[in-house]
């Protein structure tokens, strides 16, 4: 049963001290990704539309899923998401979407996440609340904050 109450969203951000092409270059690289993002590299062709995929670098299974929205590098980068391994039906009103935007602060560059909406995707209430007890964006900003700032 679908969630229809008001738009649900999370949203975290994080300071980096690091350039955007620098942080842009974490998000994107798949030499880079599986060491903040539990072990999965992603796979894309980086072009609006086309499928991008997080697989794990040790069993091979593919997480996460979705199709790429926008990729104005190196301000935003917005996709679907949608778990290929929930009970839930695997069709698009099942999808949310998570975008990262960038953007020049002082010597850095703020990194905000959002990723919803919840309330309109089947078990999103619950969906939302596992993001939410599980740190939301948090841990994986923190990663590419981490590795953006060894970078620099």
């Not at 842009?24 to 072990?39: A, C, H, I, N, Q």
């Not at 997080?54 to 104005?72: A, H, M, R, S």
């Not at 309330?119 to 599980?134: H, I, L, T």
Request: hydrophobic share 35%.
């Amino acid at each position: 049963m679908m969630d229809t109450e008001t738009a649900q969203f999370t949203s975290d951000e994080i300071l980096i001290n690091a350039n955007p092409e620098t942080v842009w270059k974490v998000l994107t690289d798949p030499e880079l990704t599986p060491r903040y993002m539990f072990g999965c590299t992603v796979a894309c062709d980086w072009r609006p539309g086309s499928p991008i995929l997080w697989t794990g670098v040790q069993d091979g299974v593919t997480y996460v899923k979705g199709n790429l929205k926008i990729f104005d590098k190196p301000n935003t980068f917005s996709f679907t998401v949608f778990d290929p391994n929930a009970a839930y039906a695997d069709i698009p009103e099942n999808y949310l979407t998570a975008t990262y935007t960038l953007s020049k602060h002082k010597n850095g560059t703020l990194l905000k996440v959002t990723q919803g909406d919840y309330a309109r995707v089947a078990e999103g209430k619950k969906r939302y609340r596992d993001s939410v007890d599980s740190g939301g964006w948090m841990p994986v900003l923190d990663g590419i904050r981490k590795i953006a700032e060894s970078l620099s």
